[in-house]
């Protein structure tokens, strides 16, 4: 790659930002969403409906890509990208959350984290220095520095010492990342619900020198006050050049919450779950498939909606092949359900450069009261 990494802020809407991410494999929009790919694939979609939704960058799981197929494996079979046939950005997170959710079956160390595979119980070793080998060899994009995902609730000194941690181990993925033209290291911003520590954690970050920088630690059950509550200070306290990323949101409202406070950049598997669950989610609220109310109903899920559920199924054909347990149904549910966030996050970058961002949030929530119309 000789094109370099580069974000440009374009414009600004109160703390809202509209800008670019510009990487060798193509441009990224933001306030920017993208579709988890856990395993190297987007749940029940092809590569090309994922791109056809609007996407501009994918996730991947460096946790879940180390132990199946091995991140070996697939540096020998050309890269996630050639793997995966996605010829877009990837975004790939560094591990750290997975592990944290394995509880029992890991072990914390200032080395890094030993852990078993829920897989099949094989012990791992995952170091900042593995897990920026682990994602220069998945060949990502964008690459999230190694940190511990501090849990919620969890008191000053429990969050000080996870911070703290996460600092010195940022150091150490800074180190291993090494310079890589064309392709970005993120760290990422830890301090549970504290301020002092947010701070802390964020002056960290910037004298070591990232690319750009996460918002960590959040949506971790704290709920959705709290989450805008740290989000009303911790972006501004991060760099205004870099992009801010928020880790793991979330529901609609939540990300128009966030944009509306300085975040550039989201992912969430909740399109995508709720998809294959009978869960449509659209600019009326979520819409429960399987409810026999929508069996006789010969209308569209979102009569604004273009995506192809929308344009050439009926509700009554979505509640019946949801019901029946078929396929289609999942991939019809993800693919409306994509389209939709990339759909909000357009029309929050249009606000944002229209300096009309009050009047577009006030429409999204009106319509979301109004909530999902009946049959007759």
Same mark, same amino acid.
């Given at each position: 790659?000789? &094109? ?32 988890v ?6 749940? *029940? ?20 890509? !180390? ?30 959350y +997975? ?14 984290? &030993? ?7 094989s012990e ?6 593995r ?12 690459v ?9 609730p ?63 630690? =959040? ?5 959705? #006050?709290?989450?805008?509550e740290?989000? @009303?200070?911790?972006? +501004? +306290?991060?760099?205004? #050049? ?21 975040? @550039?950049?989201? #992912?969430?598997?909740l ?13 009326m ?26 344009? &050439? ?13 078929? %396929? %289609? ?8 359900? =994509? ?5 909000? !996050?357009?029309? =929050?970058?249009? *606000? ?8 577009f ?16």
């Open positions: 790659m000789t &094109k370099r990494y580069k974000f440009e802020l374009l414009n600004t809407n109160g703390y809202a930002r509209r800008g670019i991410v510009q990487t060798p494999r193509g441009d990224i929009q933001t306030p920017a969403f993208m579709p790919g856990t395993a190297a694939t987007v749940k *029940a979609m092809m590569p090309e409906s994922v791109a056809a939704t609007g996407a501009e960058i994918l996730l991947g799981n460096t946790y879940h890509l !180390m132990l199946r197929p091995g991140a070996e494996r697939v540096a020998n079979l050309g890269g996630l990208h050639k793997f995966m046939n996605w010829d877009k950005p990837i975004l790939t997170d560094s591990g750290g +997975q592990v944290m959710s394995l509880t029992e079956l890991r072990k914390l160390t200032e080395e890094g984290v &030993k852990f078993r595979s829920h897989i099949d119980g791992h070793n995952l170091t900042p220095e897990s920026m080998e682990i994602q220069r060899l998945l060949g990502a994009d964008i999230m520095s190694f940190d511990e995902c501090t849990p919620y969890a008191t000053a000194d429990q969050a000080r010492a996870s911070m703290e941690l996460s600092m010195r181990w940022a150091a150490r993925s800074r180190d291993a990342f090494g310079d890589r033209p064309g392709y970005a290291l993120f760290g990422i911003q830890q301090g549970s619900t504290f301020k002092d520590m947010r701070e802390e954690s964020a002056q960290a970050l910037q004298k070591i020198g990232f690319d750009g920088y996460a918002v960590g630690g =959040l949506a971790v059950g704290e709920g959705q #006050d709290m989450m805008f740290v989000l @009303d200070y911790a972006p +501004q +306290q991060l760099p205004s #050049d870099k992009p801010r990323y928020l880790m793991g949101v979330g529901k609609p409202d939540d990300i128009v919450g966030a944009v509306q406070r300085g975040i @550039d950049m989201f #992912d969430c598997v399109p995508s779950r709720s998809g294959r669950t009978g869960q449509g989610l659209t600019r609220g979520a819409v429960n498939l399987r409810n026999a109310r929508h069996k006789d109903d010969p209308r569209p899920l979102d009569e604004m909606c273009s995506c192809p559920a929308c344009r &050439k199924y009926s509700r009554a054909y979505l509640h019946h092949t949801i019901k029946c347990n078929e %396929i %289609i149904g999942s991939m019809l549910l993800t693919w409306h359900n =994509l389209h939709y966030y990339q759909e909000l !996050m357009a029309g =929050l970058r249009t *606000a944002i450069a229209q300096n009309a961002l009050d009047m949030v006030a429409a999204f929530h009106a319509k979301r009261a109004e909530g999902d119309i009946p049959p007759l």
